[in-house]
């Protein structure tokens, strides 16, 4: 019978034409992500940060009260305790628990992180107070993209002002959802 060739052949025209005009209406993030703009002096990179906003991802999926606490590793490297409030600050916990290496040659500001060994993902800190108050956060696609603070609710002035230094790294504002915390 030549029908299901004639299927056959069909439904891979509509795949061939179908797939790219639905993978360009998904957001694809930054396709330039800048190389990160200062050293990182681990010891200061450690402690408990707060997530302001990120780019959706289906691992934080109705995240609020999002943090992440970065502690030495006996023997070297970073360990990595995400947590999460599911769907509402106050709502159930999720925590999340990996490891990370610095990228040698990097300054520290590149990090290989896995929270399901051997897979590895870039965790690149493209900018940072002086301080470290707060820190942008982002990887080579573009696809990712994390404001983290110090503070669970950061002054008006400091949220606008991080806007701002991640939307002149390129990074597209209507793509970036904004963290709820319980105020402290």
Known sequence: MKYPKILAVFLAAAALFTLPALASAMPVG?????????????????????????YENRFEKDCEG???????????GVNVVN??????????????????????????????????????????????????????????????????????IPAPEKVEMLKSRAAALGYDMKMLRMTKHAPD
Not at 66 to 76: F, I, L, N
């Open 30 to 54: 930054n396709p330039a992500v800048p190389e990160p703009a200062k050293a990182v002096d681990l010891e200061r990179y450690l402690g408990r940060w707060y997530e302001l906003a990120r």
């Open 66 to 76: 999002v943090t992440a606490t970065y502690s030495k590793r006996d023997g070297g």
């Open 83 to 152: 947590a999460c409030q599911k769907n509402e600050v106050g709502g159930p916990s999720k925590i999340a628990k990996g490891r990370a290496k610095v990228v040698e040659g990097s300054q520290n500001a590149k990090l290989k992180v896995t929270f399901f060994w051997p897979f590895f993902g870039n965790y690149w800190v493209l900018d940072r107070d002086d301080d470290y108050s707060w820190a942008i956060v982002g990887e080579p696609s573009g696809k990712y993209l994390w404001i983290l603070t110090r503070e669970a």
